[in-house]
């Protein structure tokens, strides 16, 4: 695959070279719509329209319309659990200290604790998300490095390609630029462990340059994952939709309406009326006026909307922390709240089984872009240098 692949990329065939790499582009575009919750299926309903007797439009009746945002706060929750807390790096190796140094000092100058945050707060909301590694000059002449987090919606597609155990072969990112002439263009980067092809289309004709790789590895950490909500979304649309119909009936029934004892039924009001008044055929003397009001809502209802909700929170193991129930557990020892919360510690550890492998990922560039690139000087400590990494808890002791 790897001299098909630079093949085509040296012959300028980009759309060939895509072929070979797969893209998740469709499902993040779902994830995308069922993230926001002004494209949720319940604010397609319309209003309705009233007519007179005669088939005349009288005036349109509001229908509610009211998505329920439980992807962000899943999302959020599951984000809080696993990166809540900056990750704690340790060396292991012995005679690495200056390497060790620089990798931490790097860690703070590629704003990692807030990269990778960014990063899985998208791959949870979008099945996908990348750090890239770009390397330059700075101001000073000397070698820096730059991290970019990469997601479908800040504009850029991603391609992969794999090989038969899983790692990746080739990286390519694709992205529109404006130049200085005011004209935009489609460009797609292709990232291998060797080259880096830069592609740009002008006048439906694909250039291509060609760089040697400096870092000497695909400078990707790439994430993907089931969307955070995945498995619920059912139950947010029904209980959406039986808000939005409650919202409905709330207006229909809320205001009262008097009721007047009369002979003959004088006048019969509108629905949609306010201040609506009945007058009645007979009645007691002494009930010659009385308010007609809606004393209670379904049971079965409120009973619907609290399945739904213990349901939701539950599959996706996303505890339900809100004001009424943290003011409730004012005086709960600190190990009684962790029990609380163990339906995130359990999926915060199923998602620590991957990103143990892309925390290692990130090390392993960061090493080597010292060595190759940052401080060469230091490429013996850095072939010894081992490091590890830990995830904190979310909340301090």
């Known amino acids: 695959m790897d001299n098909q692949f630079n093949s085509l990329l040296h012959q300028g065939d980009i759309d060939k070279a895509l072929s070979l790499m797969t893209t998740n582009s469709e499902r993040t575009a779902e994830a995308l719509r069922e993230y926001n919750p002004a494209s949720h299926a319940i604010n397609k309903r319309h209003d309705k329209p009233i007519y007179d007797k005669n088939g005349n439009l009288k005036r349109w009746v509001k229908r509610w319309k009211l998505p329920i945002d439980y992807p962000r706060y899943i999302n959020e929750i599951a984000l809080v659990f696993i990166y809540g807390r900056p990750v704690v790096w340790r060396q292991l190796s012995t005679g690495t200290d200056e390497a060790f140094g620089h990798f931490s000092r790097l860690i ?26 770009h390397p330059y000059r700075n101001k000073q002449g000397k070698a820096d490095c730059r991290l970019r987090v990469l997601a ?79 498995g619920v979304e059912a139950l947010i649309e029904r209980e959406e939709y039986i808000a939005s119909r ?32 009945l007058i009645k055929r007979g009645g007691s003397s002494e009930a010659a006026a009385s308010y007609l009001t809606w004393d209670n809502a379904p049971e079965n209802k409120q009973k619907e909307i609290e399945w739904l909700q213990n349901h939701i929170l539950s599959k996706t193991f996303t505890p339900n922390i809100d004001f009424d129930n943290m003011k409730s557990l ?68």
Not at 111 to 133: D, M, P
Not at 178 to 198: L, S, V
Not at 253 to 274: H, Q, R, T, V
Request: glycine content about 4%; some cysteine.
């Open 246 to 277: 409650n919202a409905d009936t709330n207006d229909y029934f809320s205001d009262p309406m008097l009721i007047l004892d009369a002979d003959i039924i004088k006048n019969m009001p509108d629905k949609n009326d306010e201040n609506k008044t």
């Open 330 to 397: 004012s005086n709960v020892s600190g190990k009684a709240l962790k029990q609380l919360m163990v339906l995130a510690d359990i999926k915060a550890a199923r998602h620590k089984e991957q990103h143990d492998e892309l925390l290692d990922r990130f090390t392993s560039i960061c090493i080597a872009l010292i060595a190759n690139v940052l401080d060469v000087s230091l490429k013996t400590q850095c072939d010894k240098l081992v490091i590890t990494h830990e995830f904190q808890p979310p909340f301090e002791d």
């Open 108 to 133: 703070q100058r590629l704003h990692f604790n807030a990269k990778i945050r960014e990063c899985k707060r998208l791959a949870g909301a979008e099945t996908q998300a990348a750090l890239l590694f």
């Open 152 to 230: 479908k919606s800040k504009g850029d597609d991603i391609y992969v390609a794999w090989d038969h155990f899983g790692c990746i072969k080739a990286f390519a990112w694709g992205y529109n630029a404006t130049d200085m002439q005011g004209e935009t263009n489609r460009h797609i980067d292709f990232f291998t462990d060797q080259h880096i092809y830069h592609a740009i289309a002008l006048e439906e004709v694909w250039k291509v340059t060609e760089e040697d790789n400096i870092i000497g590895k695909i400078p990707i950490v790439l994430f993907q994952q089931e969307k955070e909500w995945a």
